[in-house]
C-alpha cells in the first residue's frame, strides 16, 4: 500500500483518515483541500489543478484525501489502494456541523490558509444528498476498477477503526 486514495461525502473523516494512515505507515499525506482553495475560498483553475494533481499522483507514495471529480479519473488509475468512506448521512452532517463550530472563525489544519471554517447552506445540501447524487457514480467507478486495486468500502466509524487496526505498525 503505497499510493492511497480516500474519497466519500463530506463529513465522512477523509482527512482524519488520511492522517491516521499515515502515522501508521509513514506515508506522506495530501489534502486536496489544501492544495485546491486559494486564500478567501478562491478555487484553482481546472486545467492548472489538473496539471497540479497529475503532478502529486507521480510522487511515489502518498496518502490523499479529497473527492474533486474532475481529477478522481486519474487519481483513481494512479492509487493502488482506494478507500471509500460510506457512512451514513446524518453522521456527515453531523461531523461538518461540529467542524465549523470547532473552528469557527479559523482555518482548520488541513486547509488551505485564509479559509476559514465555515458551513453554507448549499454544502449541508450537498452532503445530505450524497447518498443520491454522488454515491451511485462512486460505485460505478470503483467497480470499474481493475483487481489489482484494492477497494475498501467502509460503512461506519467502527468499520474504519477495525480496518486501521489491519495496518502495518511504524514507518516504512
Not at 478567501?40 to 483553475?45: A, I, K, R, S
Not at 489538473?50 to 510522487?59: P, Q, S, T
Not at 478522481?72 to 453522521?91: G, I, M, N
Not at 460503512?155 to 474504519?160: D, G, T, Y
Request: charged residues 25%.
Amino acid at each position: 500500500m503505497r499510493r492511497v486514495s480516500i474519497i466519500g461525502s463530506g463529513g465522512a473523516g477523509k482527512s482524519t483518515l488520511a492522517k491516521r494512515i499515515a502515522e501508521r505507515t509513514g506515508l506522506p499525506v495530501v489534502h486536496l483541500d489544501a492544495r485546491y482553495w486559494r486564500a478567501g475560498w478562491v478555487e484553482t483553475p481546472a486545467d492548472e489543478w489538473r496539471g497540479a494533481v497529475e503532478a502529486m499522483i507521480a510522487e511515489p507514495a502518498w496518502v490523499m484525501d479529497g473527492n474533486y471529480g474532475g481529477t478522481l479519473d486519474v487519481r483513481l488509475a494512479a492509487s493502488d489502494t482506494v478507500v471509500f468512506l460510506d457512512l451514513p448521512r446524518v453522521v456527515c452532517v453531523w461531523r461538518i456541523v461540529s467542524r465549523a463550530v470547532r473552528y469557527r472563525g479559523r482555518t482548520r489544519p488541513d486547509m488551505a490558509a485564509g479559509c476559514n471554517e465555515q458551513v453554507t447552506w448549499e454544502f449541508v445540501r450537498w452532503v445530505w444528498g450524497y447518498p443520491r447524487t454522488r454515491r451511485p457514480g462512486v460505485l460505478r467507478r470503483l467497480a470499474a476498477l481493475p483487481p489489482t486495486t484494492r477497494v475498501v468500502v467502509l460503512r461506519s466509524q467502527r468499520a474504519v477503526d477495525a480496518w486501521l487496526a489491519t495496518l502495518t505498525s511504524g514507518r516504512r
